[in-house]
């Protein structure tokens, strides 16, 4: 008789874990719901800006002659009636146009400072560079010692070459270029000394 008690027991508590833990896993859905609606009045009337007239170009008169008229094409029987006029009550449509932005006035304001004073900073590092870039190539040309084959002299005229670019580029204020002429001097010298 106890055998058939604990049996029941069992069933009835296996019948409870299952019927809590299939009621645990079904997912819970959020209640449903409408996207929110944003409101936002609008004018009734958009104003246009009419773009500035172009002028022409100035033509030159050239002697032409006019062709015979031409016949209007005959009028079809099945031609489309226009439209009618908008009823009093009603506004005409109104159509919005994308304009580019006016150009900016004459009189710009100043560059920011914190901008200034980077390009302040690029600036003085790229002189600083170039100077110890071309000082380290030409110190590595006369260090060479050996005999040149012809195409490490032609290599040589061209890093010459280069230190002359690089140094006019930078007694005419172009910063820019003389580190990259003093940049490609440098690689060269590199691949001439490692040869």
């Known amino acids: 008789m106890m055998l058939p008690r604990q049996f029941a027991v069992g069933l009835v508590a296996l019948g409870v874990l299952f019927g809590f833990g299939c009621e645990k896993q079904k997912p819970q859905l959020p209640p449903k719901m409408q996207a929110p609606t944003i409101t936002e009045s609008v004018p009734d009337r958009i104003p246009e800006i009419a ?15 006019e062709p ?4 209007a094409p005959p009028k079809r029987k099945n031609a489309k009636k226009p439209a009618p006029a908008p009823a009093a009550n009603q506004a005409a449509p109104v159509v919005a146009t994308n304009h580019p932005p006016a150009s900016p006035p004459v009189d710009s304001p100043a560059p920011d400072p914190a901008i200034a004073a980077a390009n302040s900073q690029q600036l003085n590092w ?7 870039l071309l000082d380290a190539v030409e110190k590595d040309i006369k260090n060479l010692n050996r005999g040149l084959t012809h195409d490490e002299d032609v290599m ?3 890093i010459r070459s280069y230190i002359a670019q690089s140094r006019k580029a930078t007694s005419d204020g172009d910063f820019e270029r003389a580190y990259n002429l003093a940049k490609k001097a440098q690689l060269l010298s590199d691949a001439l000394v490692k040869k």
């Open 51 to 65: 773009p500035a007239p172009i002028a022409p170009a100035p033509q030159q008169e050239v002697a032409v002659e």
């Open 68 to 71: 015979a008229p031409k016949k």
């Open 126 to 132: 790229q002189k600083q560079t170039t100077t110890e």
């Open 156 to 158: 040589l005229a061209q």
